[in-house]
């Protein structure tokens, strides 16, 4: 029996799977096996849509077991702990699992760039439960600000900052200031459009760096437009928990640090003992191979493809990671039914940036759309790539709600991490 397994559920990993069903399904001398620490899929590019209550949770994640259905691959939800490529065996939480091939498609974790206080003072927005959280905690420091009578400490609260002027930082922002002048300045009467600020730092001298200049001028200008602070060449040195220090002098006091800058291979590749590339990646030939370990393949966000210009082919991106899914199915096939390996090679067929409510940037193929025009089509390319119908409906209709009816501003778990709550939690333990 020929043992394939695939570790992680995301673009890539199910991109990889599901190609390798599609080919080797039908035999009974191959077994092919997914393992996630999740059991479902995530369709990262809308976690900003779940921040800004725009659209429900549940409705951007797809089950594994509805994926799967009458599909004949096994699926594990566990934990990985491990990888001895030496002995092509898996450590999991809860066991262990060998094979003969491998894809690791577990993906990338949050880059911090070892700055000082940022992991332990700033949210990050990689998985559904970051933005769950991020959106009752920004939901929570409106509803201490609505009645806070400390102008200092109200302006404070009030002041957003997203670290990273990305395609993440620039939809989360929008996101976010959509949220405010939609709802929350029609519902939190102590709570002016004046007392908000939203301020979206990037380290480089553009925002939406490798975006077409002339789209990225035109994404900056709405920005502006909208009220939003736009700071470039501002490299954060280090978070506290009062707020962040920019370029090792200034001092920006904030209620909510979003960290959106970047992203690092999985700490699970940390011990791997293979040749690794920036911010931890494992390097990979071509053909998505580790070049020590021919039978084992390193997509997504964990690879980094060994060339002189990996950059454009190896970004950390949904549209890398499901082709490098698929080119790593493929060559799985080709090695088992003894055929020519293919290499991989990618070409971006553009971008797509929204830009808030009624607006965005688009490039298909040299194609350039702005405007409400382009929101429809980032909408459209957006339903169409949500895995199934049902979920497509969903989403549709949130979309349809939310042009109507107000957001929902119900905090659904106690925010953990409010130091306001905390300090009065304090208090009132004293007190007994």
Known sequence: MIKVVV?????GGMEAVLTLESRLGKRKDVEITLVSNQNYTLFTPLLPQIV?????PRHIIQTIRDIRRDKKFRFIRDSVTGIDLDRKLIRLSEGELSCDYLVIAIGGTTNYFNVPGAESHTFALK??????????????MLEHADHEHDITLKNEMLTFLIVGGGYTGVELTTELRDFICRYVIKNYKGIRLNDVRIALLEVSREILEGVDPELAKRARAKLQ???IEVRTDSKVTKCTENG???????????GIVIWTAGVRANPISDSLTVRKGKFGRILVNDYLQIQEFPEAY????????DRETPAKSSQPIAPVAIHQGRIAARNIVNSIENRPLEKYLFTPSGMLISLGMNDAVINIKGFKFVGFIAWLLWNAVH????????KQLQVALDWSL????PRDSAIIRFPQRCRICARKRGVENKKY
């Open 402 to 405: 939310g042009s109507i009816f």
């Open 298 to 305: 390193a997509i997504g966000d964990n690879a980094i493809v």
């Open 52 to 56: 800004s209550s725009y659209i429900e």
């Open 127 to 140: 998985t559904l439960q970051d933005s769950a959280e991020l959106r009752d905690h920004i939901i929570d």
């Open 7 to 11: 570790l992680g559920s995301g673009f």
């Open 383 to 390: 339903l169409l790539k949500l895995v199934g119908l049902k």
């Open 244 to 254: 962040v220090e920019i370029n090792n002098q200034y001092i920006l006091r904030t």
């Open 225 to 227: 437009k909208g009220g």
